[in-house]
């Protein structure tokens, strides 16, 4: 039977009615600081800690319940005689119920101008120790750290004296998962300004929502995000209309902002399944996205399009003719609102710092018994060396840069085609270059001729040069770095194509 409470509350949410509520049953409260001044002010008969202890709260309350009285009447084994006994001897008095909650550091945190000296003095040291302890002990103690919890925990005390083990149980698995988010989250802000990965690292997420399901409907699956201010990520995005967002369309709207990213002229990607399928820059967002359209009518069908200008009303108008996933876009004007009205499955999302990129950000993939982490490749080109006879023009070298920008996003190995900053064909994701040269020479449905040719990594033969002059290709940029490199530089000059190497490869897998 519940006979001992102890509060002590950063979140003093629904406490009062709750400590009422626990009086009326006469279970003697025990309380500290703010939380017991509150509890006495609201007509609750609560005991300081300090009396009990014999040991006043001191270093401006950091200390007030680190203490053996506190401790072992929490930690105490009920059925085990010795500890009883030690009890006894040492006038500890059983504490059967704790309701604790932590300094609001995370909070602190996310407040404008936080100093480190602000957010270390918001770390609680008594509040996890005592969570802990009531959790560890949860065959016989009952530990409530959610305020959501208060209803059922009471409604189980009303009724039987004491909560079910099952109830203490799930309690307690939510406790440690508080405190381990808690103690991550701490970890990962003192080390936010540091540059090397460590020995140990702990990373924790909040939870966004339950998606409908993963990339196929028997999977099931969950949307969390990183705490604090993502900016520019999907995670801050205000979806405007539309139907909830899926696995796949998060994924994909990922991939098209982190390839839209690359550029700072009006421009508009498509991606279909994380590849793109249609990129162009233009002078404004109405004719890049034309371009984009035109670049790969079939497959922009049921894709996700990512623009870096406000999206307005002819430029709607044009989108609302094409089966559509997901637009996203800093803005809409009120007549492009109006347009996509009558489309209701229509994801809109607006997110205003489109264009802000997180160099500090890491790449992380999970494999079976592991977690692989990496820097973004926030990188492009070490330098643009040009190692042909014939040497590519001023609109050439735009397109080439373009073309690379777009291949960086591409699953390897990648070939990209591209002719005044459109994308003419795109090669993704095959086991040989020369195979995804093939694919996007004839999968595109574009004339190639004068066309440039981007590759995410280096040519190992000749081959992919030979077979771009079929197809009248008149540049290439690549990584360079094979020691088949001259092979390549040869056939070349024998069918004047230009080359420029990069130095930089940009696998993507």
């Not at 189980?156 to 004296?161: D, H, L, S, Y």
């Not at 996205?289 to 999206?311: L, Q, V």
Request: aromatic residues 6%.
């Amino acid at each position: 039977m519940i006979k001992r409470a102890l509060i002590s509350v950063s979140d003093k949410s629904g406490i009062v009615d709750f400590a009422k509520e626990l009086a009326k049953l006469e279970i003697e409260i025990l309380s500290t600081g703010g939380t017991a001044k509150l509890l006495k002010e609201s007509g609750v008969n609560a005991i300081d800690v300090s009396e009990v202890t014999g040991f006043p709260e001191c270093l401006d309350g950091r200390v007030k319940t680190l203490h053996p009285v506190v401790h072992g009447g929490i930690l105490a084994i009920r059925d085990n005689q010795a500890h009883q006994k030690t009890l006894e001897e040492l006038k500890i008095t059983l504490i059967d119920l704790v309701i604790i909650n932590l300094y609001p550091f995370k909070e602190t945190i996310l407040k404008e101008g936080v100093t480190m000296e602000d957010a270390i003095e918001n770390i609680d040291i008594g509040g996890p120790t005592m969570l802990r302890s009531a959790a560890k002990n949860h065959k016989f103690v009952t530990v409530v750290t959610d305020p959501k919890d208060y209803e059922s925990v009471l409604e189980e005390i009303q009724e039987k004296g004491d909560t079910t083990f099952e109830t203490r149980y799930d309690l307690a698995l939510k406790v440690f998962q508080h405190t381990s988010h808690y103690d991550a989250l701490i970890a990962s802000y003192l080390g936010k300004d540091k540059d090397s990965f460590e020995n140990v690292i702990t990373v924790t997420y909040e939870k966004i929502q339950d998606l409908r399901y993963g990339e196929n409907p028997h999977q099931k699956a969950v949307f969390y995000k990183e705490i604090g201010k993502q900016l520019g990520t999907l995670v801050e995005g205000i979806q405007l209309q539309g139907k909830e967002l899926s696995f796949n369309n998060i994924n994909d709207t990922n991939g098209a902002l982190e390839l839209l990213k690359e550029f700072e002229e009006p421009t508009v990607v498509a991606v279909k399944h994380t590849n793109p399928c249609g990129v162009a820059s233009a002078a404004n967002i109405y004719e890049a996205y034309n371009k984009a359209f035109e670049a790969d009518p079939i497959s922009i069908f049921g894709g996700i399009i990512a623009a870096n200008e406000i999206i307005d009303g002819r430029t709607a108008e044009k989108m609302k003719n094409v089966f559509l996933e997901v637009v996203i876009a800093p803005d809409f004007t009120e007549e492009a609102l109006s347009i996509f009205a009558g489309k209701k499955n229509l994801r809109l999302i607006k997110l205003a710092d489109i264009k802000m990129k997180n160099a500090k950000a890491l790449d992380m993939k999970k494999v079976a018994g592991g977690l692989l982490i990496q820097d973004v490749n926030s990188g492009l080109l070490d330098k643009t060396e040009v190692v042909t006879t014939a040497k590519p023009t001023e609109e050439d070298m735009e397109d080439l840069l373009f073309a690379f920008k777009i291949v960086k996003h591409v699953k390897s190995n990648a070939i990209v085609l591209v002719k005044n900053k459109q994308t003419l064909a795109v090669g993704p994701g095959q086991t040989s270059r020369i195979w995804a040269l093939q694919n996007a020479i004839r999968n595109g449905e574009h004339n190639l001729e004068g066309s440039v040719l981007a590759s995410d990594a280096f040519f190992p033969f000749s081959d992919c040069v030979e077979e771009a002059a079929k197809a009248g290709i008149r540049a290439i940029i690549q990584p360079g770095g094979s020691m088949n490199d001259e092979a390549s530089i040869e056939a070349c000059n024998e069918t004047g194509i230009a080359m420029v190497f990069t130095g930089m490869r940009h696998f993507k897998h």
